[in-house]
Each structure stands twice: as structure tokens, then as C-alpha cells.
């Protein structure tokens, strides 16, 4: 059975609201997974719900219209969404709410792309898949498991806002806990203790303060670092025996591993004075960097027609391990990441349409069609 036709001038918004009303926040991705599935197999696609975490109902999708698995091309994109769930709206042009663009327009787009292709046979159903996945949000953990599904395309196309424009790469991610450890004491008597918070400060201070000295790039810009949370203490009067700061750093060039060494010895330093006699850094302060990590990610960008530029944030693209040698990945959809993860999260109707055109275009260039 092949797809039935969406229209790209209705049908798409009428799958994008359904997607969109159901918060999918990540870890809570169930209830949108399973609208997504049958939503694929009543359109005539065989699909593998692919378990990340069975005990959480989490799992990633993986469709394909036509009667082959193995197909030349797979397009991608993430169902979950950051916090908090904002409710679906569409008023005049503007559709608003969480995950309105970031990242269910991808998946509306891309899904209503196939259809029509496949509909007026443009495009064999036996060329093209989908695989939708979690976790994207919060490290990955669901594309990386996609590479236990032993996918081979020749051609990947990631959805993410990209204002209708191709991507010629984005900056490297890692991410670090830092903890201070402190001695609780009195306030008034704050030498019989040391201050977890202080010694987190200082820490932090450092890295805001390294940040620029690191290598920028022609292409990618600046290295930045963000303080994204920041805990400590217990009450005013009370010296804090424990304080940590979640941060993550945006690579414009080098690896994790230089980005890690800098830091490393960039806080080590800062917090010198409060090693007494005998004590070690990891004495006061621990740093956990919590991935990997990765350094700048070029992509492929040679489709005709289109603008190119970079962005700043990451995607699930270094996540999924390349499977045949020479694979072409491109990074495209509707909508613009300056509003995603915001509380005004938003795009107009006419990007939805736009994006289902941009996706046509580089389908069939892909495929050799045009």
C-alpha cells in the first residue's frame, strides 16, 4: 500500500497541529511516539518502533513507504522538545506553542514532502525512508541508538530550523558539571568552614574569563560558554558545604579533548588558594564533562539554489555513525532556532509550505530526479 497524498496546503497543518498538541518534553515522548506511528502505518508505511527505553516507553520510529527496508535515502528529524510544554495555537498565520518549529515542523514537512513525491510519482516509495527519534534534546541518546538499526543510506537529510536554508556546518558541543565542595559552619565564624560557593565562583569566573582567549575560527566564529544552572547552599547564615554549575561550551574549532585540557587547568588555577597543606584540586572541586563531546561539524551543502550559512547550535548529526563511505548529510527545515527553546516558539503557515517545497527540491536532487 503506498502513501495517500497530503496536501501541502492543508493536510500538513492538520498533522502538525496533532503532532504539536501533545507534549513529547524529552523522557515523556510516549504519547506523541505513538501518534506518530499510527499516523505512518495509516498512511500505508511498515513501521519499527526502535526501544531506547522500554520501561520509560521511549523508542524511535522507523518507516519506509515501500516494500524495500534498505532505502538510497533517509530524512530525520527529533519528536521530543525542551520544557515547559507551551500549548498549540494558530491565530490568522501563526501557528505558536512548544515544539511548533522546533522540531515537529521537520517532521510534518518532511512527511508531507514523501507523500505527495510518492503520490504523483515523482519519486519511487522504494527510495526513501523516515526515522524520527528522541532524545535529541538532552545528548542524543535516541539517534545513538538509531545506529543499532544498521541503516546504510547513501543520503541523510536532518530536519532542524534552518529558515529554509541549507547548513554548511554548526559549532561542536560539550557539556560539564562542575561541583565545589565545601565545609559547612556557622556564618558568623565562616574560617571554621569553607565556602562551596565561593570556590564555585571562582571556578566560574575563570571559565567566563578563558572563553574568549580560546581559538575562534573564520568560519565558525567564537568558542562560548554558558552558565546554564547554578545551585548552592542551603540558607544565608550557613557556610556551604556544596555548590555545582551545569555549563556548556560551544566548540568553534579544535577538539573536546583541548577544550577539556584548557578548562581544566584554567579552574584548577583559580581555585589554588583554597587548597590547604597537602590537598589536591579534586579536593575542592570536581569537573564531570557529561558527553564526549565533539568538535565543529562540517556538512554537505551542494544543492543548487539554495542559501548556505552556519549555525551555533548542535544537532544529532555527529550522533549517527556513518555507515557507507562518502554519505552526503544535509541539515534543513522551516522555521528559525532564534525562537526555539523560547517562550515565544512560533513560525507562519507559509514556512510549513515553504519547507515542503525545499524538501522537494533536494529529494529529487538527491535521488537524480531533476
Known amino acids: 500500500m503506498r502513501p495517500t497524498e497530503t496536501d501541502p496546503k492543508h493536510d500538513i497543518l492538520a498533522f502538525h497541529k ?36 522500554k520501561d520509560a516507553g521511549r523508542f524511535n ?8 527496508r534498505e532505502t538510497k535515502l533517509l530524512l530525520s528529524s527529533h519528536y521530543d522538545t525542551v520544557p515547559p510544554f507551551i500549548p498549540y495555537t494558530h491565530t490568522n498565520t ?33 527510495s526513501v525512508a523516515l526515522l524520527f527519534v528522541v ?59 569553607r565556602s562551596a560557593n565561593e570556590v564555585l565562583t571562582r571556578a566560574l569566573a ?60 584554567a579552574v584548577h588555577h583559580a581555585i589554588e588558594t583554597f587548597l590547604d597543606d597537602g590537598m589536591e584540586p579534586k579536593d575542592v572541586i570536581e569537573l564531570a564533562f557529561t558527553s564526549k563531546g565533539y568538535g565543529p561539524v562540517d556538512i554537505d551543502h551542494d544543492i543548487p539554489g539554495f542559501e548556505v550559512f552556519t549555525v551555533n547550535y548542535g544537532t544529532d548529526i555527529p550522533n549517527l555513525e556513518k555507515t557507507v563511505e562518502g554519505q552526503k548529510r544535509y541539515l534543513y527545515g522551516p522555521g528559525s532556532i532564534l525562537v526555539a527553546h523560547s517562550d515565544d516558539e512560533a513560525l507562519e503557515e507559509e514556512e510549513l509550505n515553504e519547507a515542503v517545497e525545499g524538501y522537494e527540491r533536494i529529494i529529487l536532487h538527491v535521488l537524480g530526479k531533476n
Open 94 to 126: 501563526t501557528i505558536a506553542g512548544r515544539g511548533t518549529v522546533d522540531d515537529k515542523a521537520s517532521i510534518a514537512a518532511q512527511f508531507a514532502t514523501v507523500n505527495s513525491l510518492i503520490a504523483h510519482e515523482q519519486i519511487s516509495a522504494d
Open 18 to 53: 496533532n503532532l504539536t498538541e501533545i507534549e513529547s518534553i524529552t523522557y515523556n515522548e510516549q504519547k506523541a511516539g505513538d501518534w506518530l506511528a499510527a499516523a505512518l502505518e495509516h498512511n500505508g508505511y511498515t513501521v519499527e518502533k526502535q526501544w531506547v527505553d
Open 135 to 193: 532524545g535529541e534534546e538532552t545528548g542524543g541518546d535516541g539517534m545513538r541508538a538509531a545506529n543499532r538499526l544498521n541503516l546504510k543510506p547513501e543520503t541523510i537529510v536532518f530536519g532542524e530550523p534552518t529558515e529554509g536554508k541549507l547548513v554548511s556546518g554548526h559549532k561542536g558541543n560539550l557539556g560539564l558539571k562542575v561541583t565545589a565542595k565545601g565545609k559547612a559552619a556557622h556564618s558568623g565564624y565562616p574560617w571554621l568552614g
Open 206 to 265: 575563570a571559565l567566563m574569563e578563558l572563553g574568549p582567549k580560546l581559538p575562534r575560527s573564520e568560519k565558525y566564529g567564537v568558542t562560548t560558554i554558558n552558565l546554564g544552572r547554578i545551585e548552592g547552599g542551603v540558607a544565608a547564615n550557613v557556610i556551604a558545604s556544596s555548590a555545582e554549575a551545569e555549563v556548556a561550551v560551544r566548540i568553534a574549532t579544535g577538539t573536546p579533548e583541548e577544550i577539556k585540557e584548557e578548562i581544566t587547568h
Open 61 to 68: 520510529i522507523y518507516a519506509y513507504p515501500g516494500s524495500v
